[in-house]
């Protein structure tokens, strides 16, 4: 364990910063500039902005943390023996971005090291930027949450019931491809967009944890989340005052326990 963890996350959400708003530097330039090439499937879109804008975060990191391990979604996994991972999404939202939708954003998020054996995915800074807005979130585990360098709250906007509520859905890899997943996240999606007013299902998941963190959204369903993504919006959430309540590949956050009570049943009443 670091000896000053909160300066220690101070200085890794410092960083952060400086990432992903290098990459969202060029992810807005390239957006504005009309299409850049990509590659489609049937399940994704992988842009040539993806691995550019990744290459600048990463020499971000770099820079700061040069013994730091790095997962990024592009080009992998980065030996480093510091105390460190980072998790990068460089361009979260590949699809928006490619249809010229202007929602998609950058994650970095630095996570705690476990000994040999153990698990890599405790999130300590994050940072999202949202290249065309400009706007930056940032989370320190035990600092909360600011937006553009102002702290924020899931209670920031209006307490609204469960019945009125806006919230995002996200599905992982395992969804997408198909089979069994697809079935019940099918069940799933149909039992929870009846309890809220909106239930979106997002292809920029990061843009839409920063909504929930200072108060736009009240609640967050995901099912096989990726680890990309899920890392960053687990930390904006819990530090911004959401709480969270979790079965198998299910998470659910909302602003508060009736919400997010309301939307795990639903959610759990399908499978």
Request: charged share 25%.
């Amino acid at each position: 364990m670091p000896d000053d963890p909160a300066a220690d996350a101070a200085t890794l959400a410092d960083t952060a910063v400086r990432a992903v708003e290098a990459g969202g530097d060029y992810l807005r330039e390239a957006f504005e500039n009309g299409t850049t090439p990509a590659d489609y499937t049937a399940e994704d879109v992988t842009a040539e902005a993806d691995r550019e804008a990744e290459r600048r975060v990463l020499d971000a990191i770099a820079d700061e943390h040069p013994d730091h391990r790095v997962s990024a979604e592009e080009s992998g996994d980065y030996d480093g023996d510091g105390e460190y991972r980072w998790v990068v999404d460089a361009l979260d939202g590949t699809n928006n971005f490619a249809a010229g939708i202007p929602t998609f954003g950058v994650a970095a998020t630095a996570c705690e090291r476990a000994g040999p054996g153990g698990p890599e995915n405790e999130p300590v800074a994050t940072a999202v930027h949202v290249p065309v807005l400009d706007d930056t979130y940032v989370a320190e585990r035990g600092n909360g949450v600011r937006y553009d360098g102002d702290p924020v709250a899931v209670t920031d906007g209006p307490t609204l019931p469960v019945e009125k509520a806006t919230v995002a859905m996200i599905i992982g890899p395992e969804v997408v491809s198909g089979g069994a997943e697809r079935r019940e996240w099918d069940a799933i999606a149909d039992a929870v967009g009846e309890v809220p007013k909106r239930a979106i299902q997002t292809w920029a998941p990061v843009v839409y944890w920063g909504l929930l963190a200072r108060g736009k959204l009240e609640g967050f369903v995901c099912y096989y989340p990726a680890e990309r993504e899920q890392v960053a919006g687990s930390l904006l959430a819990l530090e911004a005052g959401a709480v969270a309540r979790a079965e198998g590949p299910l998470t659910v956050f909302g602003a508060d326990r009736e919400i997010r009570d309301a939307l795990f049943d639903a959610a759990t009443s399908a499978l």
